[in-house]
């Protein structure tokens, strides 16, 4: 008699039927519009304080700064404490920063350093908050829709950045930008609100020591090949692969000359494909490295086509598989790792993926920018993508070669019960 096949796919929401996981992501994706939101609204205050391209550089890059400081150190403190309350106290300070915002613009006393300085700190919470959200997942729902729910929080971003920028871009003129840090602020509340109804799965409450613990993440992957494999593909496409912003605007600009509102559409196109490949990855219950394999394969080949097209039409059809392979390659990394990972280093593995996803920002955006700038933004485009394409390839051969490895003989179970007798017998 056959044995039924294990399904493969599950529906596409299926982790929102579990009530805690619903009011977590709910409460989550209004948080995620919210930063969405302010992150645009922030942008547009230090070119109106500042005019000056490099000031709104400094912001950004003074957010992302923590995570390749702190990263590692975020993570050992999600395995420390309780995540629920690490949250907790994380959305409390997300909202005291967006207060400071809102106080600083709305009595005219906002000097560039003190939105320096703010900066920082959100970087600061967020090298906290993310490792702790993404391990909390676990304790909401459990096996076989952890890489559902996975999926589901990779939607809940994409989401946010689609929809935050353009209720900002309307907000900003109509009430102002102290008036819309006001507003994140206040959100925050309708967060917190969420997270204290939420009961948690019990985890174990052994206290991880201080002492060693920051690299442990990173020594936890080194040691298995499939996840160290899955990180570097990972790495390497976010660093170089990934960094729309400065492409699709070099492209509006130079290439195709279509202005602010051709950038727009190409955002506007490049979202939907995102949006689309998450719904889609979100199905698969058990991603596996080939699937990593593929779609940073696929990513990579989309970007070069779109890199060599020679109309803007083209480049706008090519930018919807793009979208949907990216999604495809994050979703599938975020579910595997999750599935992966044992609970007592959980955490400081997730901020290992948390600073390879966007610590990496800050190098190959100049990179990509350079080449752009010395050899065209086509070049740029599609340098950045075969990165991400040999990439892929190496680390499938590589893996191949560490699985074709002659492994250790195991023992039988008499040669086990012999061993056994030996160890337990008197000397």
Request: proline share 5%; net charge positive.
């Amino acid at each position: 008699m056959l044995t039924p096949a294990a399904p493969t796919r599950t529906r596409t929401f299926a982790a929102l039927s579990v009530r805690d996981y619903r009011v977590y992501w709910t409460t989550g994706l209004l948080s995620n519009v919210g930063t969405a939101m302010q992150g645009v609204t922030l942008d547009w205050f230090v070119l109106t304080l500042t005019h000056s391209g490099t000031a709104i550089g400094w912001a950004t890059g003074l957010q992302f700064t923590p995570v390749l400081l702190f990263g590692l150190w975020g993570g050992v403190l999600a395995d420390r404490y309780d995540r629920r309350t690490l949250l907790l106290t994380c959305q409390a300070l997300y909202a005291v920063q967006a207060a400071g915002l809102t106080v600083a613009v709305l009595t005219g006393h906002a000097p560039l350093w003190l939105i320096y300085l703010l900066c920082f700190v959100l970087g600061c919470v967020f090298t906290v908050e993310n490792p702790a959200r993404l391990s909390f997942v676990t304790e909401l729902v459990g096996g076989e829709l952890i890489p559902n729910a996975a999926g589901l929080n990779i939607l809940s971003l994409t989401v946010a950045r689609l929809v935050g920028p353009a209720v900002a871009g309307v907000l900003i003129g109509v009430i102002g930008s102290g008036w819309l840090f006001a507003l994140n602020a206040a959100s925050f509340a309708i967060v917190l609100a969420g997270l204290l109804t939420i009961r948690p799965q019990g985890r174990p409450t052994r206290r991880t020591p201080w002492s060693g613990a920051g690299p442990e993440g990173l020594r936890y992957v080194a040691a298995r090949p499939q996840l160290l494999g899955v990180f570097l593909v990972f790495g390497l496409a976010s660093t170089f692969a990934v960094n729309f912003p400065t492409t699709l605007t070099l492209f509006a600009g130079r290439v195709f000359d279509v202005g602010s509102s051709g950038l727009g559409l190409m955002s506007t196109v490049l979202s939907v494909g995102t949006v689309t490949g998450t719904l889609v990855a979100t199905r698969r219950l058990a991603p596996k490295v080939r699937t990593v394999v593929v779609s940073c394969v696929l990513f990579g080949a989309s970007e070069i086509a779109a890199a060599l097209v020679p109309g803007y039409a083209w480049f706008l059809v090519l930018l919807l598989p793009a979208g949907f392979t990216l999604m495809t390659l994050n979703t599938a990394v975020s579910a595997f790792v999750q599935t992966q990972v044992t609970e007592a280093v959980r955490g400081r593995v997730m901020a290992v993926y948390t600073v390879i996803s966007m610590g990496g920002t800050p190098i190959g955006g100049p990179v990509v920018g350079w080449i752009s700038q010395r050899a065209g933004a086509r070049w740029g485009l599609a340098g950045g993508a075969v990165v991400a394409v040999v990439a892929a390839l190496a680390v499938a051969l590589w893996l191949r070669r560490v699985q074709r490895r002659p492994q250790e003989p195991k023992l039988t179970q008499p040669q086990v019960n012999a061993a056994e007798s030996e160890v337990c017998a008197p000397s």
